[in-house]
T-cell receptor, first 116, second 110 residues
Framework: DAMVIQNPRYQVTQFGKPVTLSCSQT?????MYWYQQKSSQAPKLLFH???????NEADTPDNFQSRRPNTSFCFLDIRSPGLGDAAMYLC???????????????FGPGTRLLVL | SQQGEEDPQALSIQEGENATMNCSYK?????LQWYRQNSGRGLVHLIL?????REKHSGRLRVTLDTSKKSSSLLITASRAADTASYFC??????????FGEGTQLTVNP
């Protein structure tokens, strides 16, 4: 089945120790997203790739970086995790449109990050 | 400010009852989507309604959209314990992005 896969499902890191979360997709969608979701809150968009074009949200901290080496994979790098970065990180994909509207997004199961 | 706002924040009902959740938004949209999230999991797309549509059905789900009032509702009929989840509306006012509301936590008691 076509899907969005996130690894690992749970990640424990130490304060200040760089960590990388990964996402892969078999849907062949050209748009990939990273969201941060804290407990009982809405998912907050960090950035997205439209093909190779990187789009950063204005309020995404510099501590968060992303790489998309090819259509199928996207990585979230947290350079120096703080306690406030503990959250669920969700990857999603969608089919990009030229009409400026948003199609359905398909989400992975998420990676829960714990910072000690 | 958040594009989508939902109410109620939490809803608790008995199995077999209907559940209605509401979403309001601020700016004009191309479409509005509803997603479900089970605890500790990713979001699952439920239904997409375009700005020129007023009502849409999918199984036990019924979504309405009133663009004049900038509001939408999600009705789940004959609810089941397995419907227990958080439900989010999302709008696409900003191009290739979705803005999510804060969600409604639905609890269906057996």
């Amino acid at each position: 089945d076509a899907m969005v896969i996130q690894n690992p499902r749970y990640q424990v890191t130490q304060f200040g120790k760089p960590v990388t979360l990964s996402c892969s997709q078999t849907l062949n969608h050209n748009v990939m997203y990273w969201y941060q979701q804290k407990s009982s809150q809405a998912p907050k968009l960090l950035f997205h790739y439209y093909d190779k074009d990187f789009n950063n949200e204005a309020d995404t901290p510099d501590n968060f970086q992303s790489r998309r080496p090819n259509t199928s994979f996207c990585f979230l790098d947290i350079r120096s995790p703080g306690l406030g970065d503990a959250a669920m990180y969700l990857c999603a994909t969608s089919r990009g449109t030229s009409g400026g509207y948003q199609e359905t997004q398909y989400f992975g199961p998420g990676t829960r990050l714990l910072v000690l | 400010s958040q594009q989508g706002e939902e109410d109620p924040q939490a809803l608790s009902i008995q199995e077999g009852e209907n559940a209605t959740m509401n979403c309001s938004y601020k700016t004009s949209i191309n479409n509005l989507q509803w997603y479900r999230q089970n605890s500790g999991r990713g979001l699952v797309h439920l239904i997409l309604i375009r700005s020129n549509e007023r009502e849409k059905h999918s199984g036990r789900l019924r979504v309405t959209l009133d663009t004049s009032k900038k509001s939408s509702s999600l009705l789940i009929t004959a609810s089941r314990a397995a419907d227990t989840a958080s439900y989010f509306c999302a709008t696409d006012a900003r191009g290739s992005r979705l803005t999510f509301g804060e969600g409604t936590q639905l609890t269906v008691n057996p």
